[in-house]
């Protein structure tokens, strides 16, 4: 099993519409990251969360890590073809610099 | 300026053969990373450099060997390869803090088929 599991694995929305991903784990996350990817392209990083409790937004993305930090999930706003992609979710699970990620949700937007 | 940049973008080469990925990063960070993305697009470190040491290997078959001549870079040498290496692998680098990997700068990822 993942150190991080992701849900859903893959998601199909219409235009407008808002939509949650989550990432879960067992452990302290020491720091938690999101990242979108396009296809064929590398890894735009969206938002990093560290302390429990905290929230971030940027345009209609919102990204929160629980109190235990355990678990963060991932919210969009009235969705746009632009946000289709992989997101990603990676984490800092122990002391070292090793960021292991999800197995990652593709999104699709329908027009 | 591209932040990370890793060249090929695309290799195929035959089962057997030796080939090597090269990655530049000009942001002076301290630590470079090689990542392995499969085709379910699962994305697993492989190797982690700081300051040209060697931080993490992540039970990596000895047929991958990174190397890094200068902070700015970190390549990857890959001997007798096998049809299970066909993959995206991806450069990062970031100014990692205690606990903290930091955000992670990606290069564009380069595909390498295996036949």
């Known amino acids: 099993s993942q150190e991080l599991e992701q849900s859903p694995q893959s998601l199909i929305v219409q235009e407008g519409k808002n939509l949650t991903i989550n990432c879960t784990s067992s452990?302290?996350?020491?720091?938690l990251y999101w990242y979108k990817q396009k296809y064929g392209e590398g890894l735009i990083f969206l938002m990093m969360?560290?302390?429990?409790?905290e929230e971030k937004s940027h345009e209609k993305i919102t990204a929160k890590l629980d109190e235990k930090k355990q678990q963060s999930s991932l919210h969009i706003t009235a969705s746009q073809p632009s946000h289709a992609g992989i997101y990603l979710c990676g984490a800092d699970m122990e002391y070292g610099n090793k960021l292991v990620f999800g197995a990652g949700t593709i999104l699709r937007v329908k027009s | 300026d591209t932040a990370v940049s890793q060249t090929p973008k695309y290799l195929v080469t035959q089962m057997g053969n030796d080939k090597s990925i090269k990655c530049e990063q000009n942001l002076g960070h301290d630590t470079m990373y090689w990542y392995k993305q499969d085709s379910k697009k699962f994305l697993k470190i492989m190797f982690s450099?700081?300051?040209?040491?060697?931080?993490i290997n992540e039970t990596v078959p000895n047929r991958f060997s990174p190397k890094s001549p200068d902070k700015a870079h970190l390549n990857l040498h890959i001997n007798s390869l096998e049809l299970g290496d066909s993959a995206v692998y991806f450069c990062?680098?970031?100014?990692?803090?205690?606990?903290?990997?930091?955000?992670?700068?990606f290069g564009e990822g380069s595909r390498l088929t295996v036949l």
């Open positions: 450099y700081n300051n040209k040491e060697l931080i």
């Open positions: 969360l560290q302390k429990g409790g």
């Open positions: 452990k302290t996350l020491y720091g």
């Open positions: 990062a680098s970031s100014q990692a803090t205690g606990q903290n990997t930091g955000e992670l700068f």
